[in-house]
């Protein structure tokens, strides 16, 4: 078994915000699928939750806690700002998706569908509609602060794109979000910028099925 080991469905946009942290820092690692409510699960992380990593003794959860140890661990280019109001805007914005972009535009919408397409049934049109204003002011919010800078947290990609851009993969496949994100031009090109990368380009997660 490799010395670090990362815990977590590669279709979790958590897990793969991690993958993307690991490659982007060119750092080997084992990613061990674990099946969500399982007691191996429970025995790993006390929530219940993806992504955990395992390096030698250390058994980390939460993918903020993650990243940073990532980033603060190994060699490779520094993803996380130096100066103090760079770095807070990159923890603000992990905030506001951890808080905000995921309850509305995952849990409250993109989820529906998959749920939906699990069950073999059609998702629900009522729920989807009224996540739809949710949905849209979270990608309004994000094109925003996009149009002040290429990245979230200024010049250069940061970890807050690294959460973001999980997300935004999957509602482009979105008949209601992908045209919201094509009409939101800031967020188009920066999304378009991070899908060039070759982390995000080996992290693609395989399809939902
Ligand atoms: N704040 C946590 C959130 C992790 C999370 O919610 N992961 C999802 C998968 S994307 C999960 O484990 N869901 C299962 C559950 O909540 O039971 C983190 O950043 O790691």
Known sequence: MADLVLYGTPISTYVRTARITLAEKGVAYDNQP??????????????????????GPL????????????????????????????????????????????????????LVYVRAQFAGEAPDRAVIDAALPGVRHCLDV???????????????????DFFLAPI?????????AGPMVDQATALARWYDAMAERPSL????????E
């Open 142 to 160: 994000f094109d925003q602060a996009l149009q002040g800078a290429p990245y979230l947290a200024g010049e250069s990609p940061t970890l807050a």
């Open 168 to 176: 935004i993969y999957y509602l482009r496949e979105t008949p209601e």
């Open 34 to 55: 674990v099946q969500l409510g399982s007691e191996q699960l429970r025995a790993l992380h006390p929530f219940g939750r993806i992504p955990v990593l395992q390096h």
């Open 59 to 110: 058994k980390l959860f939460e993918s903020f806690a993650i990243a940073r140890y990532v980033d603060e661990s190994f060699d490779g280019p520094p993803l996380q700002p130096d100066n103090p109001a760079s770095r807070a805007l990159m923890t603000q914005w992990v905030s506001a998706v951890v808080d905000s972009a995921y309850p509305s535009a995952m849990r409250g919408y993109l």
């Open 201 to 208: 380009q080996e992290t693609i997660p395989p399809a939902l």
